[in-house]
T-cell receptor, first 114, second 113 residues
Framework: DTGVSQNPRHKITKRGQNVTFRCDPI?????LYWYRQTLGQGPEFLTY????????KSRLLSDRFSAERPKGSFSTLEIQRTEQGDSAMYLC????????????FGPGTRLLVL | QKEVEQDPGPLSVPEGAIVSLNCTYS??????FMWYRQYSRKGPELLMY????GNKEDGRFTAQVDKSSKYISLFIRDSQPSDSATYLC?????????????FGTGTLLAVQP
C-alpha cells in the first residue's frame, strides 16, 4: 500500500496523559498536513510542514500540542496533558507541491480521552 | 459565520436517483475546490478537484463551480448504495503558500436499494 498511513488507528487514554501519533506520507510528497475532525464536523487545519520545516500552525494548536517532521519524512503529533476536549479523529494528509496539488488523507487516528 | 457552509443532511435517495450536493462560501480568495467522500470511521478520499469556475465530469460525478455566486455543487448520477457516505466540500486559496484546506461540515448521503 503506497498511501498515507497513520498509527495507531485508535487510542484511548486518561485525562492528563501524553499521547503521540505517527503519520507516514506518500514517499515522494514534500508537504504534510495535520487536521482534526470532531463528530459531525469537517476536518479543521492544525499545522503544515514543507519538508522538515513547520511553516504554519493554527490557533487551534495550543501549547500542549507539538508536531515534528524530522528529515522531511514521517511526522509525529504529540498531545501533552490530554483533556476530554481533545477527543477527535486526527487526520494526516500529504501532497506534492506544484500545479494541481491535491492532498491525500490517511485513515486517521481516533483519540478518546476519558 | 463559517467560511464554508454545507447542509449536513442527512439526505436519503432511492438507488438510481440523481443527487445534488452543494456548498457556499464567503472568501473570494478561494480558487481551488475539491469534493471528498468519507466513509464512516475512515479518512476522506478525494473525488473531484476543480480550479476556478467551470464544470468537471468524471464518470457518474460532475463538479460545478460558480465563483460569481460563491457556490459549488457535486452531482452524482445513477446513485448506488455504495455511494452512501459523507461528502465534504473543501477549498483553498494560495497554492504558493500553505495549501490548507477549509472544509464544510459534510453532507451525509444514504442511497436506499
Amino acid at each position: 500500500d503506497t498511501g498515507v498511513s497513520q498509527n495507531p488507528r485508535h487510542k484511548i487514554t486518561k485525562r492528563g496523559q501524553n499521547v503521540t501519533f505517527r503519520c507516514d506520507p506518500i514517499s515522494e510528497h514534500n508537504r504534510l498536513y495535520w487536521y482534526r475532525q470532531t463528530l459531525g464536523q469537517g476536518p479543521e487545519f492544525l499545522t503544515y510542514f514543507q519538508n522538515e520545516a513547520q511553516l504554519e500552525k493554527s490557533r487551534l494548536l495550543s501549547d500542549r500540542f507539538s508536531a515534528e517532521r524530522p528529515k522531511g519524512s514521517f511526522s509525529t503529533l504529540e498531545i501533552q496533558r490530554t483533556e476530554q476536549g481533545d477527543s477527535a479523529m486526527y487526520l494526516c494528509a500529504s501532497s506534492l507541491s506544484g500545479l494541481g496539488e491535491t492532498q491525500y488523507f490517511g485513515p486517521g487516528t481516533r483519540l478518546l480521552v476519558l | 459565520q463559517k467560511e464554508v457552509e454545507q447542509d449536513p443532511g442527512p439526505l436519503s435517495v432511492p438507488e438510481g436517483a440523481i443527487v445534488s450536493l452543494n456548498c457556499t462560501y464567503s472568501n473570494s480568495a478561494f480558487q481551488y475546490f475539491m469534493w471528498y467522500r468519507q466513509y464512516s470511521r475512515k479518512g476522506p478520499e478525494l473525488l473531484m478537484y476543480t480550479y476556478s469556475s467551470g464544470n468537471k465530469e468524471d464518470g457518474r460525478f460532475t463538479a460545478q463551480v460558480d465563483k460569481s455566486s460563491k457556490y459549488i455543487s457535486l452531482f452524482i448520477r445513477d446513485s448506488q448504495p455504495s455511494d452512501s457516505a459523507t461528502y465534504l466540500c473543501a477549498m483553498s486559496a494560495d497554492r504558493g503558500a500553505t495549501n490548507k484546506l477549509i472544509f464544510g461540515t459534510g453532507t451525509l448521503l444514504a442511497v436506499q436499494p
